[in-house]
């Protein structure tokens, strides 16, 4: 049987009354939905001894992107602030902690998406600076463009006051060490070993929705590799009329695939569950490319689906002031907070 979990129903927790947004392609009229942040670290295999840190590293994410959205009211605060959580977290691959080319560099992908305008920024080959899903907000909101690359971004991230590292600064020991065991055992799938991309969707309780993702990529790669994670319709997607999706896993099979994309596809055009598109989507990606991953996914109506094809998963998520948190099948350990953390 592949990997999942079912979520519990949720507790009744205080619901904020929307009232009717009209918004260029409908009129929606929602209510009763719970305010979440998800977030994920990446698919694959965790050692024994990183797990607790893992776990603290998406709750923590979790509960600054659920913080920000209060503060500020902006989804595409909540996942950027979760997601840059992660970027500094040396626990994952994406900034500060992402692997390396097989040249022994950090090219990084990110996007993000805004699901209540389709509007999305993406950035390819970032190097030198820590928070990648920034320089992707910034394409959006600062140029005529939607997806820059290497020189481009980087010029870009100079000109917005992006602090520029020294070019060793996001290189880390383990990811030196990973790459030593990449170049012995010649095999292109080591995210499996080491998960670490990161990504997180979030709801608001008028229903509006956004997506993030962010990562170093797989171990080894080529210089100038491209992932599925800066990839609208790929790694990442969002729209308020269907809901939110990162992905993470195998990223050649995943923008073949156009994971996110038929995710919300079923969700929208076939009435499924986000929790059963998200399984049947990933098992058959699995099926047919042989190649693993992993989801998160918030609908239209704050309903969540996670799942994953590997053997772990880490994910995290903030509803009210419930905490809750897995990397195994199954798992869903809850933590109350308060309301001021
Ligand atoms: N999807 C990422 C990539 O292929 C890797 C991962 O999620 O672990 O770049």
Redesign the pocket.
């Given at each position: 049987m592949l990997h999942g979990l079912r979520l519990p129903q949720r507790l009744l927790l205080p619901i904020v009354k929307c009232q009717t947004i009209t918004w260029g392609r409908r009129s929606l009229a929602k209510d009763a939905i719970l305010p979440t942040v998800l977030v994920h670290g990446?698919?694959?295999h965790i050692d024994a001894d990183k797990v607790e840190c893992v776990k603290f590293g998406v709750k923590q994410a979790a509960q600054r992107g659920y913080k920000a959205m209060l503060e500020t009211g902006s989804t595409l605060d909540a996942v950027e602030q979760a997601v840059m959580v992660l970027e500094a977290d040396i626990h994952f691959?994406a900034g500060f902690g992402s692997v390396l080319t097989q040249d022994g560099n950090v090219e990084m992908?990110a996007s993000i998406m805004d699901g209540s305008r389709l509007e999305g920024g993406c950035v390819t080959m970032a190097r030198n600076i820590m928070h990648p899903i920034s320089l992707a907000r910034c394409v959006m909101e600062k140029t005529n463009y939607r997806f820059l690359a290497g020189d481009g971004a980087m010029r870009l991230a100079k000109e917005e006051g992006f602090e520029i590292l020294p070019k060793s600064a996001l290189i880390t020991e383990a990811s030196q060490k990973l790459l030593k065991v990449f170049k012995i055992s010649n095999t292109d799938t080591l995210?499996n070993v080491v998960?670490?991309?990161v990504g997180a969707v979030a709801i608001d309780a008028c229903g509006n929705v956004a997506a993030a993702t962010s990562?170093?990529?797989?171990t080894g790669?080529l210089s100038g590799r491209v992932?599925?994670?800066p990839i609208l319709g790929a790694?990442t997607y969002a729209d308020n009329e269907a809901g939110a999706v990162s992905?993470?896993?195998?990223?050649?099979s995943?923008m073949r695939y156009n994971l996110s994309s038929r995710v919300l596809a079923l969700v929208r055009h076939k009435d499924y569950s986000i929790q059963e598109a998200v399984e049947e989507m990933l098992q058959n990606m699995t099926a047919h490319f042989k190649q693993t991953?992993?989801l998160i996914a918030i609908d239209h109506r704050g309903q969540l689906g996670i799942y994953f094809t590997t053997e772990l998963m880490s994910w995290a998520y903030q509803q009210g002031n419930e905490l809750h948190c897995g990397v195994e099948v199954g798992e869903d350990e809850v933590v109350i907070v308060d309301d001021d953390t």
């Open positions: 990446g698919a694959g691959n992908d995210y998960p670490g991309t990562t170093g990529g797989l790669k992932g599925d994670s790694g992905a993470t896993g195998h990223g050649e995943i991953g992993g």
